[in-house]
Structures are given as C-alpha cells and as structure tokens.
Nanobody, 115 residues
C-alpha cells in the first residue's frame, strides 16, 4: 500500500506559477515511478509528467518547457513546478505511484488558472 497526500493547488493568473507537492507513505526506493496526472472539467484524466526510481523524466507535449517534475528521496516527496500557466492547465491534479504492478492515487488538488 502507498498513501499519497497532495498539496499546493490554488487559483493563479495566467502566466503565473504554482508548485504541487505529493508526500508518499513509502520510501521512493520501493516505488517504481511517480507521476502527476490531471483531469480538466468534462475531460478524461491525462498524464502530465512522470519520474522513475532512477530519476528519468517524461512530460506531456502540452507542458514541456513549462512544467518540471522532481523528487526528494529523503522526504519521499515528489514535486511539480508549473510555470507560465495557461487557462487550459485548469484541472484537478492527481499524484500517482506505481509499485509492483499496482497504481495508487492521491485525493487530488484543484488548480485554476484565470485569464
């Protein structure tokens, strides 16, 4: 089992920045990969960024160059730094952990970008 607790969402103007945090209940050395997903209103959940145990990262095309995923192994925390935010980034953002062929999800945090 992996419990995930997100924080850092909120309301921001277009062009602004936010940093999301996700604290995991297990050491990252026992987790295969961590990721951030988002679900815009009326749309399906989509992958935003992912980071593996060895630190390899991948991003959705829509956020490349604006968002950065990182992790602090000592704190079992993964971050999503979001810069140059756009109204289309508005969504509920979910933290995800993959471990031994199972996926775990946080409760989600709302990010709203006003134009």
């Amino acid at each position: 089992q992996v419990q995930l607790v997100e924080s850092g969402g909120g309301l921001v103007q277009a062009g602004g920045s936010l940093r999301l945090s996700c604290a995991a209940s297990r050491s990252f050395f026992s987790i295969d990969a961590m990721g951030w997903y988002r679900q815009p209103p009326g749309k399906q959940r989509e992958l935003v960024a992912r980071i593996t145990r060895d630190g390899s990262t991948s991003y959705a095309d829509s956020v490349k160059g604006r968002f950065t995923i990182s992790k602090d192994n000592a704190k079992n925390t993964v971050y999503l730094q979001m810069n140059s935010l756009k109204p289309e980034d508005t969504a509920v953002y979910y933290c995800n952990a993959d471990r031994i062929n199972r996926s775990y999800w946080g409760q989600g945090t709302q990010v709203t970008v006003s134009s």
